[in-house]
């Protein structure tokens, strides 16, 4: 469901709705870290159609950040110009600035091979190539020259431990990657990135195919990495962002009745609590509690 | 009964046996004539086999097992299907070793680097090549390569005398424009555009999102190929490439005119030779006697069971890469 | 700006280029492949180049309808091709028009009655089977079932050439028959049509085009074929315009009897036939395309 009106009023309810509260577990706000991605005034378009107009944010280090908002908002697209994945689709063009560390990730000299190494992405349908599991884990290193078969088995093994992997699969790393379930095949794909040893970990909607449990353990997961890289993950699923996100960026649609068009903006951007607690834009509140979306 | 997935809307409901009556004349005889079309396959194939096993008879009879399997073919007395074998195999292999790279080259190129709108005046361009008759690359190849190769097969020849494997390859005294290397080059030409488009076929249907997997890990261009799309095309590829060598073998008129004209087994790739299907072309029209006539057959024969062998072989690789990539 | 900034450690880190042997090793790749694109450009031009260059020096329309053929020694200018187009058209033309409507009502079968029986499927498999074998075979085929009792003549080159045709004309018609939405058929079952009305009023019509592009293309791969013709229809010096009695000829025979020969007027022929029948391909060939064209607009 979209925004239906691009105004600013909202209807008030003769009840009070109730607030998605911030559960116990989520993470104390703690003093923010360093920037890792500097997001400023960017909209990102395909072709001449703009997919996101004017997105400013801060993306900081060691941080989930989460980006939520209803379908065509733009948050994927806005996720995959963090590690140029949009210069795959012809025609995409990113106006405005975005940057990785202080350096301009769309600097003339920045190779985008690179940008991938250091800001890795994990999909929504898990994609193991069709080799072993072993095979799938070294892929990355090995690209990158790693060779040695005793290093690259303690790096299958790193990775496999630290996806919460290695108990169920080190008897078989040998079998093809196809053959996991759902949840292994994601947590295979997590492994898969976190080999080369990234700074960041872009997750599109990693749990939307994934049953409640195989989600739960992916939650896990992220909660224990964060010490170590920085996770920018897109969900559908707010309860979700709750549960692991430090910051929440509430993306929506914005439709032009005249031109007939819409594009994606980002609504408001702030502490995983303060959004869904005390949301400032009253789109935020009404997507959060719910009427929306 | 064959195994219907969904009901046929054409029969009553209820009804098991679809030929049942009901079904009015002309709707039957329809379905009949469509079955007896289908069938005609099957039939032609069967009828090729008994047909020419018939005719070769006394060629089987009188040469025996031993006359059969040596090398020599003269049209008088020795009638061995060895030396024509060895040609047929030897041109065909030169024509995968040149045209392999060369088609997957394209594959590649068409799926990977040329985007897809732009890919379309280069795919003619490989169907240019497919619609030239066998007869003109024949032509062509006699009139214009096999002379301009003499002379380099010629220089090769000298360049290479004496040193050990390459003398015996490509060096020798009867060197000639006309040769098994002649025949590969042409058949390479030939058979690229079957392999090139049966693996852009097969190359096409790896999934975007694999690819993406590996770009994001950080891949090149070259790297997401050798990693996402390799893995996934491998069998399709193979089918391809076998499906190029049982072309190459049957390949006829363009072979006869550029392979020369002796049979024999040797080493030498840029000496004469022949191929199974160039001896029948070209020496059918003096083949009087039985038996020399009989043995011509024998080899057309000879020459079928060898490529529906290939061609199964390939179809095999090409449905079980096609079924893995609806599964997996 | 140099692409450098610090991590948390406070290391450098470095967005250019990767390493100088991955983003070489990529180049390489990607020139060997336009290479490869290339070299099998080379053949094709030079091939057309020549075919025109020294074809068009045969071409005249006593070259084209002549119907003398004459003997190898002679030079250019004396008699003409004339038998072998006539040849080439009526065998070919013949062939199509066994080989086609089998072909569809063929494939037919296999999309609209088949299923997923076992008939069926072997049909299918043997069908692209059948397309790999040799087309000498076919002629060895005929000659043997036909020729011997009945002597040569251009229709046993016909049928020869039908053998060829039929598995190609099956396969492309099913795979264009598939793509017709079941939506087409469920609708005009539902007006209580029985299936071979079906298929003829509404599932041919859909799938038309490209079985008409199909079928082209497998007539333009016919009239390129001299193998089969080889033990089937013999040769002559004059037309024969009994395409059902006596011996004939046809353009690729003649090219590849003047090919084989020495002399230059032969060969002047040879090119001046090649140029013809290459015409006459690519002319069926881009009737196809225009068709498959007129195809993909009307699904839009």
Known sequence: MEEQQDQLKVQQDAEVLPKLAVPETAP???????????????????????????????????????????????????????????????????????????????????????VRRRIGMVFQKANPFPKSIYDNIAYGPRINGIRNKGKLDEIVERS???????????????????????????????????????????????CSALDPIATGRIED?????????????????????????????????????????????LVEYGRTAQIFEDPHDSRTQAYVTGRMG | MSTM?????????????????????????????????????????VLITVTTAQQSTTWFTTAGF????????????????????????????????????????????????????????????????????????????????????????????????????????????????????????????????IISSLSREVIATVPDIDKEGAYALGATRWEMIRGAVWPHSQGGVVGAILVGFGRAMGETIAVALVIGDSVEVTSHLFYSGHSIAAIIALQFGEATGGEFRSALIGLGLFLFVLTIGVNLVARWFVERAARRARGA | MMAAASNSLGQPVDLREPSGWRRS????????????????????????????????????????????????????????????????????????????????????????????????????????????????????????????????????????????????????SYEMLRLVPDSLRQGSYALGATKARVTVTVVLPAALSGI???????????????????????????????????????LPLQIFSNAQSAYVGANARAWGAALTLVAITFILMIVARIVTALFTRNTR
């Open chain 2, 66 to 193: 031993k006359g059969i399997f040596s090398v020599s073919f003269d049209g008088n007395t020795h009638f061995g299907a060895m030396g024509v074998l060895y040609g047929t195999v030897i041109s065909s292999v030169i024509g995968l070793i040149v045209g392999v790279p060369v088609s997957i080259g394209i594959a590649l190129l068409l799926t990977q680097v040329v985007p897809a709108r732009l890919a379309r005046p280069f795919v003619y361009v490989i169907d240019l090549l497919a619609v030239v008759p066998s007869v003109v690359w024949g032509l062509w190849g006699i009139i214009v390569l096999v002379p301009w190769l003499q002379k380099i097969y010629h220089d090769i020849a000298s360049g290479v005398k004496g040193i050990p494997v390459l003398d015996s390859l490509f060096g020798g005294d009867a060197v000639g424009g006309a040769s098994f290397f002649t025949a590969g080059l042409i058949l390479a030409i030939m058979i690229t555009p």
């Open chain 3, 212 to 250: 008409v592009s199909g079928a082209l293309l497998a007539v333009a791969r016919a009239a390129g074929e001299t193998a089969p013709l080889i033990f089937t229809i013999l040769t002559v010096e004059q037309t024969n315009p009994n395409l059902f009695s006596g011996p004939d000829t046809s």
């Open chain 3, 25 to 172: 090793k990529n180049q390489i790749m990607t020139i060997l492949m336009w290479l490869a694109f290339v070299i099998v450009l080379i053949p094709l031009a030079f091939v057309l180049v020549t075919l025109v260059a020294k074809g068009a020096d045969a071409i005249s329309l006593q070259f084209l309808t002549n119907s003398t053929i004459p003997p190898n020694v002679v030079p250019l200018g004396v008699g003409g091709m004339g038998a072998a187009v006539v040849g080439t058209l009526e065998i070919t033309g013949f062939a199509s028009l066994l080989a086609i409507p089998l072909g569809v009502l063929g494939a037919v079968y296999l999309n609209e009655y088949g299923g997923n029986g076992i008939l069926a499927r072997l049909i299918s498999f043997m069908s692209s089977v059948m397309t790999g074998v040799p087309s000498i075979v076919m002629g060895l085929f005929i000659y043997i079932i036909w020729v011997l009792h009945f002597g040569y003549s251009g229709m046993a080159g016909s049928f020869a050439l039908a053998c060829l045709m039929l598995p190609i004309v099956i396969r492309s």
């Open chain 1, 221 to 265: 997961l992220m909660r224990e990495i964060k010490s170590r890289y920085t996770i920018v993950i897109v969900t559908h699923n707010m309860q979700q962002a709750t549960r692991v996100s430090d910051r929440t960026a509430f993306y929506s649609v914005l439709r032009d009745e005249k031109n007939d068009t819409r594009t994606g903006v």
């Open chain 1, 28 to 114: 104390a706000p703690a003093a923010a870290g360093a920037s890792i991605f500097d997001v400023k005034n960017t909209s990102i378009y395909y072709g001449a159609f703009r997919a996101v107009t004017d997105v400013s944010l801060t993306v900081h280090e060691n941080e989930i950040t989460a980006f939520i908002g209803p379908s065509g908002c733009g948050k994927t697209t806005v996720l995959r110009s963090l590690n140029r994945m949009n210069d795959l689709i012809p025609g995409a063009r990113v106006e405005g600035d975005i940057n990785y560390r202080g350096v301009p990730l769309y600097g003339s000299d920045v190779s985008p091979t690179a």
């Open chain 1, 160 to 206: 496999l431990k630290q996806a919460a992997l290695w108990d169920e699969v080190k008897d078989r790393l040998n079998k093809s990657g196809l053959g996991l379930s759902g949840g292994q095949a994601q947590r295979l794909c997590i492994a898969r990135t976190l080999a080369v040893e990234p700074d960041v970990v872009l997750m599109d909607e990693p």
């Open chain 2, 5 to 45: 997935t969904k009901a046929d809307p054409a029969t009553p409901a209820g009804s098991a046996n679809p030929l049942q009556r009901r079904r009015p004349l002309g709707d039957r005889g329809f379905q009949l004539v469509a079955l007896v079309a289908g069938l005609l396959v099957l039939i032609i194939l």
